[in-house]
């Protein structure tokens, strides 16, 4: 996500949280149906193993339900209008060490007694999470803009939105 404000440099998440995003996402659009960690794998074109990482962690948070077995698959624990964007990177994410002074064995600075920059940088971590925390999956999704450019960006989520509204009218 690019911005004029800040001369088109970006916060970064890690590839973790990116795809714990992406399979809520990929269930949100896929929801009422159980979905494989190798059909988001082969959708998104990531690794599987790193998926499974991922998904076991989303289960144990909560997000989603997992089930082995014949109707077996990966559903949303809550409807994608009640998953928190916020919640998801906070709980994803290592830490947000966004300077080396916010980690716990920093003791080498010789100025930290007169620097604000750590607090600076809180503060701007924790309005950025509080952003977040004002977004939900659904509406990863929902903005008619958002959803044209995820259908240009893979067709088959297309089909995934058809048949999804079929079942609702039909």
Do not use: W
């Not at 795809?19 to 599987?48: C, H, W």
């Not at 109707?71 to 809550?78: D, E, I, N, Q, S």
């Amino acid at each position: 996500m690019r911005s004029e404000k800040n001369g088109g440099k970006q916060m970064q998440l890690t590839r973790y949280t990116d795809y714990s995003l992406r399979v809520l996402v990929y269930l949100s659009i896929n929801q009422g149906k159980s979905a494989t960690i190798s059909e988001i794998a082969d959708f998104y074109k990531i690794s599987r193993n790193h998926l499974v990482k991922v998904v076991h962690n989303l289960s144990l948070k909560k997000y989603i339900n997992s089930s082995r077995g014949k109707g077996g698959g990966l559903r949303l624990a809550h409807t994608p209008n009640e998953i928190i964007v916020g919640a998801v990177v906070r709980d994803t994410e290592p830490n947000f060490n966004v300077a080396e002074c916010f980690t716990e064995v920093h003791d080498n600075c010789s100025i930290e007694t007169i620097c604000q920059l750590k607090n600076i940088l809180h503060i701007a971590t924790e309005n950025f999470l509080s952003t977040l925390d004002g977004y939900t999956v659904a509406d990863i999704i929902a903005d008619s803009a958002n959803e044209e450019s995820i259908i240009d960006l893979h067709p088959s989520i297309k089909r995934l939105l058809e048949e999804n509204t079929e079942k609702s009218t039909g």
